[in-house]
């Protein structure tokens, strides 16, 4: 059986009772915490002002029942325990009694909702304020057991929503694990706690190896989750009979799972920049979690995970967001600070002080480093705080992933071209080829539309993966990549799209790429991008022959675009940003596209292209994190062309307190 007995676990613990395996999961694992509550209080209040503050408000919502599921609070509190099953943005449950491999259907519902309460990043957040607040530890560390004996009663092994997925499991163990470590700096868990904690560690060893998601045709995040978590298992209760295998087995299947998913260029092999993000902490998690247990990882890990780092560095915005290319599920690993769905310039400081290499540093001191107080201390806090940054990011291309970064001033273009993820089977990938996200100042412009929902609402993933979604060009209603029906983690790639040109150094940062996936309706996309200060002016390609209908859509952050004409003074900007970008086609001055930028200014966008077509603004949806959509608009052009073809769209930045038209 997975879940042993009680008096079998403390036999096979050495006998005592649970007060004995209380004094034993007293002890710090993997090993001792390197700082004292004292002297973390300390280290936070000079590197990381307010963020003691932020700990303790998660710490007393954890304790009443309200956590943070993908960025939004939702109240989980129910019959004095937590409701476990429960879908909280839909309201709906899943069946806890059922078997958790023959679950009854429950239309409307997503999973990952209800997983995000079940990982245990609440327990995380206890742990936390129980050791930083004198005055409600007792309280804190009380609700944490409380907390984690609930989950134990209420969700039996291979019962409900929460054995569904061995990397759900593993996650949890890991947040089991770090919880317990963090508890252990002010004495450690209650009897009742121990042994209920150290039933769920064996228990979940013994589910994530029976269920290892190695299975698929390409194995990805999940399974280096899924060996991080029997690490985690391994190391919380190193004790207990099978762990030295659980070790041996993981350390070896983290090796092989960074071999594996971390392409050449640092990127990762997902096809998304977001689950980059996700990769970036299992992978530091595992090092680190190694490192305390003294199992090293070896150079090899060390040098590809620095290569990850590197490359998310690159793939940052100066607004600290990572591009959302490719699937958002706002999955995190590291539950020890709340981070927005697309928060990205945490990573920078972990790194450099994980890694020993502060040339991934984008800005000096330590006031983003929260992380790296509790795994490393302060020690390596004031290390960050001394230490001093790599330059500025500049354009970069990294064609393993397909990702591409154009960078003058303000501006900021992150660009899709390049094969799809998961070596080609495109799990994680969109139809979003040759699309962008631009950034001016820091604030998001043009936008990817995110994710929305997984399994949960089939109709809208399909949606928001679709080429028409994406600021990008369709011809003829076709996807770049036919969507399998029913099938929502694939997205065989067809379009065989290619970096044509990469010059960052010019008057204009400039790339080209193009895409073979209309090429049925015997059509090939060209498009360039080129970016000065001042803005950027992208030249939209069509190579073939025949009449065919195209949509050109520029989907924005902003829900407020709307259409007007040029003013003299920018259409005489826009004239001067055509020929930096070398561009000679006049726009058209009557109809353009004004979107605010809040503190930022605005953003004209304006376009030359052929007779007949002229843009027109349609309410649209974002998808900002997992679970959640708002209101957005796009500028969209659309009509008959005769092809060859060229659309041309130009997006000029009117910084904050320029004239108005």
Not at 58 to 67: H, L, M
Not at 616 to 643: D, Q, W
Request: proline share 8%; with cysteine; glycine share 10%.
């Amino acid at each position: 059986p997975l879940a042993p007995a009680r008096d079998q676990l403390m036999d096979a613990l050495g006998g005592g009772g649970a007060a004995a395996l209380a004094r034993l999961l007293a002890r710090p694992r993997p090993c001792p915490t390197p700082w004292s509550p004292a002297s973390l209080r300390d280290a936070l209040a000079r590197h990381v002002p307010g963020e003691t503050e932020r700990v303790l408000a998660r710490a007393a919502a954890a304790a009443q029942g309200r956590i943070a599921v993908h960025g939004v609070e939702v109240d989980v509190a129910r019959g004095g325990g937590t409701d476990w099953q429960l879908d909280p943005f839909h309201g709906g449950r899943f069946a806890g009694w059922a078997p958790s491999l023959d679950l009854p259907a429950a239309p409307g519902l997503d999973p990952k909702l209800a997983w995000a309460i079940g990982r245990g990043e609440q327990w995380v957040a206890l742990a936390q304020g129980a050791v930083l607040d004198p005055r409600r530890g007792d309280a804190f560390a009380q609700a944490l057991s409380a907390s984690v004996r609930d989950f134990v009663v209420q969700n039996p092994v291979g019962r409900g929503v929460h054995w569904t997925s061995a990397m759900e499991a593993a996650l949890r163990a890991w947040n089991l694990v770090l919880a317990l470590w963090i508890l252990s700096a002010r004495g450690g868990p209650e009897p009742a706690f121990a042994l209920e904690a150290a039933r769920l560690l064996v228990s979940t060893g013994r589910f994530v190896l029976a269920h290892l998601e190695d299975d698929t045709a390409v194995p990805n995040n999940h399974l280096a989750a899924d060996w991080l978590g029997l690490l985690a298992c391994a190391e919380g209760l190193p004790e207990w009979p099978e762990s030295a295998r659980w070790r041996a087995l993981a350390l070896d299947g983290l090796r092989a799972a960074l071999a594996a998913q971390v392409n050449d260029d640092g990127t990762s092999f997902e096809g998304s920049v977001p689950y980059q993000r996700l990769a970036a902490e299992l992978f530091a998690t595992g090092l680190a979690l190694g490192h305390g247990a003294r199992r090293p990882l070896g150079s090899a890990y060390a040098r590809r995970l620095r290569a990850l780092f590197a490359s998310t560095r690159a793939l940052l915005s100066s607004g600290g967001d990572l591009p959302q290319i490719g699937d958002s599920d706002s999955g995190r690993v590291l539950a020890l600070a709340a981070r927005r769905p697309t928060e990205g310039g945490y990573l920078l400081p972990l790194g450099a002080a994980l890694l020993r290499h502060p040339s991934l540093l984008v800005r000096g001191g330590a006031a983003d480093a929260a992380e790296v107080a509790w795994l490393l201390g302060p020690r390596a806090l004031d290390a960050l705080a001394r230490a001093r940054p790599g330059r500025p990011p500049a354009s970069a291309s990294f064609p393993d992933g397909g990702f591409h970064a154009l960078r003058r001033g303000a501006l900021e273009a992150f660009v899709s071209c390049g094969p799809s993820g998961q070596r080609g089977i495109g799990g994680h990938s969109h139809n979003d080829k040759l699309s962008l996200e631009l950034y001016v100042a820091g604030a998001l412009a043009v936008c990817d539309p995110g994710t929305g929902s997984y399994t949960g609402d089939p109709e809208l993933r399909d949606a928001l993966r679709s080429t028409r979604a994406h600021a990008t060009l369709a011809v003829d209603g076709l996807e770049q990549s036919p969507i399998p029906p029913e099938r929502p983690f694939a997205l065989p790639d067809a379009a065989d799209a290619r970096l044509v040109e990469f010059e960052p150094w010019g008057v204009a940062a400039r790339l080209v790429g193009e895409h073979r996936g209309f090429a049925r309706a015997g059509v090939v996309h060209r498009r360039e991008v080129a970016l000065t200060e001042q803005g950027a002016v992208v030249v939209d390609r069509l190579v073939g022959g025949g009449a065919h209908q195209v949509e050109l859509r520029w989907p924005f952050a902003s829900p407020l675009a709307r259409v007007r004409a040029l003013s003299p003074g920018e259409a005489a900007a826009l004239a001067r940003l055509a020929r930096a970008a070398r561009l000679r086609r006049p726009v058209d001055s009557a109809t353009a596209v004004e979107v605010p930028l809040g503190a930022a200014g605005r953003l004209v966008v304006a376009f030359a292209c052929p007779p007949g077509l002229a843009p027109a603004i349609e309410p649209s949806l974002r998808s900002p994190g997992y679970g959640r959509v708002e209101e957005a608009s796009a500028a969209v052009v659309a009509g008959a062309v005769s092809c060859p073809a060229v659309l041309t769209t130009l997006l000029l930045h009117l910084p904050a307190g320029s004239a108005a038209p």
